[in-house]
Each structure stands twice: as C-alpha cells, then as structure tokens.
C-alpha cells in the first residue's frame, strides 16, 4: 500500500526520494509523486500509473536541486487514482505539503470546516484535508500546526510533512500506520542526513540505522538533529532507541532471477533451516526470548488464530496441528471477521496473530479487541518492531528476510514452522509428549529443508504441467485435513498471481454443491498426503473423472500405481510425517501458480490491485 520517504541533508534530495520510492513498488501503488523546495517554494510534481511517468516529468527539470524533500506512493482509497489526487497535498498557500499513509476518517466534517473557512479543495482525497488543516493552524512554528491538526484527525496516519517558511525541518507523525526514521550511518556517517520512510527497505539504500517512531509521537526532523515529542509534549532523545535493521540492501534484490517470486521461492530451504535453528538448539526448541511463563501455558482452553490471506491459510495447518499434537481446542478467524464478531475471549485465551508485515490493519484491530477483552496475544510476525510485534504480549520473529513479491511464499513456510515448533515447544511444557516422540519430531522438522531442495529441482516438471492448463479459465483444489488447508492456500496462490479463477474445496464436500460446475476439461487439483485418507480422495477424483475433469494430483511416490490409474498430471513430493506434509505440498503450488503466472504474461511480482502491506481496514 501506500509508501512514504522523506530525506533532509546536505545532497540533492531527488536522487534519493526516487530510489525510495522505487524500493517501494513493491508494496502496490498507482500513481507516485514527491514534494522539494526550490528557492524557498515548494515544488510539486506527481503521476498517476508507474513510477517511470514520474522519472519522466522530472528528466525535464534537471535544474532541480534541494537538500529536503518528502515523496509517496499512493494506493487509491479515497478518490480514483489520478495525478490530482496523487501525493503530495499541497496547501492552498503552497506553504504546507503532506504525504499520508491511512485514512483520515472524520475528513468530510474536517472539510466542511475548512471549506467555510474559505479554503478551496482541488482533490478526492482525505490528505488534502491534512494539508489545509495544518496551513490553517499554522502561525509560524509548524511543530505546533501539526499538533493542533493531529488533535483534530480520527483515524490512521502517517505523516511527512514539509513547510516553505521552515526548509530547515521534515515533520513526521505517526498513528496506526508504520513510520521510520533512518540517520546517516556507515559509509555515509560523515554527512550530516536524516531520513524518513513507511518501508526499512526504502531505507537500506543509505542506511541500516533506524528509529521506529512511536505511537502518536511527532518527530522534527533537521539534517544533523532528531527529537522527538510525545502527546503530552514530552520531548524524547531518540538516541539510544536507534537500531541496527538486520537485512541488507543485497538481500532486497532480485539476484540472478527474473521475478522477486521465483527468488523467493528457491530461498525456502535456506529460511526454513533459519528459523529452525534459531529455535532448536542442540536437540531442544528454546525460545530465548519469549518469556512465557509456564502458569500461563498450563492454563490456556482455547487457542484462537486471527490473520488475513496466506497467514490465516497457514493459521487453517495451525488449527491441525495443535489440535492433534496439543488436544486444545483451535479456532482460526479472519481478522477482518473477528475484530466485529464480539469473540469469545477471556484471559485463559491465547490469541495468536500471524502476519509477514506486522502491519496488516485488520490484524492490528483483532489483536487490539483480544487484548481488550483480556486475552494474552502472541504473534508470529517476519517484520521487526513492526505494529503487531510492538503490541503483542509475545513475539516470534520468523527468519524469512525481506519478502518483496506480492504474494507470499518464503514467509508463509516459515509460519509454518513457527506454528510447528511452538505447537512441540507447547508439548513440552504441558508434559503431553514423551521424548521419543519428542525427538522424532525434531528429526523430521530438520530435514524439511532437503526435501524441499528436493521438490524445487524439478521445477521444470511443474512448469510443464502448467503449460498444458495456462488456458483454462477456472481450477478447483482439493483435498481433505491438513490437505485441505494447503489446498486453501495453493487456490490463493493461484488466482492471485495467474488471475486463473481457482477454488479450494474439502473434498467431501464437492458433491454438496460445486460438483455442478465440473465439465468436461475442468482442472482439479488434488492433494494427497494424507495415507489414511488417499483411498477417500481416489474416491473424490473418480466423480470428478466421471464429469469430464482433467487432474492433476500432487503425493508421494507411494501411491504411485493407484494415482497413475486416475490422475492425468502428477507431481511426487518426498515422504515425511503428515504433520509436516504442508511444508512440502505448498511448494509445488507455489511453483505451478508462479509459471501459469509467467505463461500468461501477468504481473508477477505486483499483480493487480493487490497491495503487499494492507494497512487500511
Ligand atoms: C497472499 C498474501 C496475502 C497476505 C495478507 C496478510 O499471497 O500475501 O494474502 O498473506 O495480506 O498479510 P500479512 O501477512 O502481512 O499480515
């Protein structure tokens, strides 16, 4: 979604402010712009569609140079995208120019208020009405123009903020949607910078040393100063608050690879046998850091699992397996449902968020309610200090570095294990598993990776198999159990990157309806991991046969000679505990999804309309 930078220094803004905003495509976007100052006035320029219309405009102005500069990319919310309504807002002035992420939700009262005051709005947009307020306010000290104007805004934002009449200053607010401050470090620790950003990546550019601002707190930002002041005006030393930000710019890169997504894909063993070893020492799982008592384990009934997408997919293996491992009772929500559904939650509830970002505002909200109500919140989350990391009472970092395409694939694996580990780490402490089993299970996990490495050298398998459906307009996913919750996750996966329809069914459950919809040449994909239920699903796959479908069925090489009698495409992956199968039977999806993607010429790493970071409701 949206996408801030911001840079005040001693070089040329521009350079920067538009390598930011590249590293930030990722995120989604439909239009860009930034915001300089040039001979004391403020100098906008902003395009609807890529941000090479932008790079374009500016080819022109290579006379353009300043020492501050603020820029955006906008994913519409409020008005269509368009160049008016694309970031920065300007004033009425000029004097004031505000790039925003979230959504102003009082803006129509706000509005109404500033047009009697006789301002006049060129744009759709909530933003504008941040930039007026603020002129509005504004007296000469913007540090307390932006005060007044936060006072009056409900809703989310984060805010850069530059003014003509104090060039020397960047202000940056933040409320309910990520902001960082980064600080000239390293190679470049001799010039006198600072910068801002909603992305790390935006960032890894010039710098790995970052600040996270903090709820409702305001920054002024000067090219050799920092402070920071609190809503009761208290002022903060960030200083000693800054940290090291552990990615780097080359793991931000696409490498050898065409696509973010192919890349991310093959990086699965390597992420996965980092967050296993992080976790499991010498044979034992340990959560350092965690500090979780044992009282409170030994006293949870309930396990919810609030997320959205891919994350709540990996939540729907999570129910399984704790389920079966823990005998506790699971319930796996969607954020968006279960933040309005007034949930059932009390303190011997442990709500578990998962989310890569850390900043999905419906995860945020649901966490939020839990909490509220008196649950304890533990989430799993890829994104350090991110929002969902800063307000759950536990956090378990997954180790899956920076994940650009759109579409997950490295993170969601590595929630996957996270939800492993922890569901033994939980085993453990409850005293349910003896340490035979115990170290089976431990065995098995350890060597995810290799069959992983496994299945992704025969990617080319898959890509054939994807040649010969490219053309279909729609595909079902089966399968039953654990199945059918990788099932969930490969039909997302697949519409979301080929736009080839695709739905996941329990397969029990075709003949209750969707079997209407299977003609002659449907696909079927079918999942089979699941020994005591291959005859079950056999079963399934014969209906379907029956009615004209095409099928191509993912298992293991045991079921060889039943499978080759039905299926008309199959791909073997490696045996292992049907606990762990979904670590394995994810990845051929993943593969199948990313080549019909590729054989129909789509947008692979930005499909459309999608955003990586949702961080409106
Ligand atoms: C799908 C996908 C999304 C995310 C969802 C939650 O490939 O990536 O469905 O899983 O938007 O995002 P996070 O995990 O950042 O909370």
């Excluded at 969607?334 to 505002?361: C, H, M, N, W």
Aim: hydrophobic share 40%; aromatic share 8%.
């Amino acid at each position: 979604m949206c996408g801030i930078i911001g840079y005040i220094g001693e070089d040329n803004a521009l350079p920067f402010l538009l390598e930011g905003l590249e590293k930030m495509e990722y995120r989604g976007y439909d239009s860009s712009g930034i915001s300089v100052m040039s001979e004391n006035k403020i100098k906008t320029y902003k395009k609807c569609g890529r941000l090479e219309a932008l790079k374009n405009t500016l080819a022109s102005e290579n006379t353009l140079v300043s020492s501050i500069g603020i820029g955006h990319t906008r994913w519409a919310t409020h008005g269509k995208p368009s160049d008016i309504n694309s970031h920065p807002h300007v004033s009425q002035s000029g004097k004031i120019s505000v790039v925003h992420n979230g959504i102003i939700e009082n803006y129509i009262s706000l509005k109404n208020f500033l047009v009697e005051k006789g301002y006049k709005f060129i744009s759709d947009t909530d933003t504008e009405v941040v930039a007026q307020l603020i002129d509005f306010h504004y007296d000469g000290d913007l540090l307390k123009a932006v005060q007044k104007t936060v006072s009056d805004l409900e809703g989310s934002y984060a805010l850069g903020i530059i003014c003509s009449d104090e060039p020397d200053k960047i202000i940056a607010v933040k409320k309910d949607s990520p902001l960082i401050i980064g600080t000239n470090y390293g190679e470049n620790k001799d010039k006198s910078e600072n910068y801002i950003a909603s992305d790390i990546m935006a960032l890894l550019l010039r710098t790995r040393k970052i600040y996270r601002l903090q709820e409702n707190n305001i920054a002024v930002i000067k090219k050799n100063s920092i402070v920071v002041y609190t809503p009761e005006e208290k002022i903060l030393n960030p200083e000693k608050d800054f940290e090291l930000a552990n990615w780097d710019i080359e793991s931000s890169g696409k490498g050898n690879y065409e696509h973010f997504m192919m890349k991310e894909i093959m990086e699965q063993p390597e992420v996965i046998s980092k967050t296993l070893t992080s976790k499991i020492k010498n044979g034992e799982i340990s959560f350092e850091h965690l500090n979780i008592s044992d009282e409170y384990l030994k006293n949870i009934s309930k396990i919810y699992i609030v997320a959205c997408g891919s994350a709540a997919n990996a939540g729907l293996v999570g129910r399984y397996i704790i389920e079966k491992l823990l005998k506790i009772p699971v319930e796996v929500e969607l954020a968006s449902e279960f933040r309005y559904k007034e949930p059932l939650v009390d303190k011997t509830t442990l709500v578990i968020v998962i989310s890569q970002s850390g900043e999905t505002a419906d995860s945020l909200a649901a966490l939020r309610e839990a909490k509220k109500q008196g649950a304890k919140i533990l989430s799993i989350v890829n994104v350090r200090g991110s929002s969902i990391a800063n307000e759950s009472d536990y956090v378990i970092y997954t180790s899956a570095g920076p994940e650009i395409a759109v579409a997950t694939t490295k993170a969601y694996s590595c929630q996957l294990c996270i939800i492993y580990i922890f569901s033994l780490f939980l085993a453990d402490k409850l005293n349910i598993m003896d340490s035979s089993d115990m170290s089976k299970y431990i065995n098995k996990l350890a060597s995810l990776s290799d069959k992983i490495q496994e299945i992704l050298l025969k990617k080319e398998q898959i890509m054939e198999i994807a040649k010969k459906y490219k053309d279909n307009k729609y595909a079902f996913f089966i399968g039953r159990t654990l199945d059918y919750a990788v099932c969930m996750e490969g039909s997302l996966k697949l519409k979301e990157v080929s736009y080839i329809h695709s739905e996941a069914y329990a397969a029990g459950e075709l003949k209750h309806g969707p079997i209407s919809l299977i003609e002659n040449g449907t696909l079927v994909i079918a999942l089979l991991t699941q020994d005591k239920l291959f005859d079950k699903m056999v079963s399934n796959l014969r209906e379907v046969k029956a009615r004209g479908a095409k099928i191509f069925a993912v298992t293991t090489i045991d079921h060889k000679e039943k499978i080759s009698q039905i299926a008309d495409d199959i791909f073997y992956i490696p045996n292992s505990l049907s606990e762990f199968s979904p670590s394995l039977s994810v990845i051929p999806f993943q593969i199948f999804s990313y080549y019909s993607a590729l054989l129909r010429n789509c947008d692979i790493d930005k499909p459309r309309n999608l955003a990586k970071s949702v961080t409106v409701e």
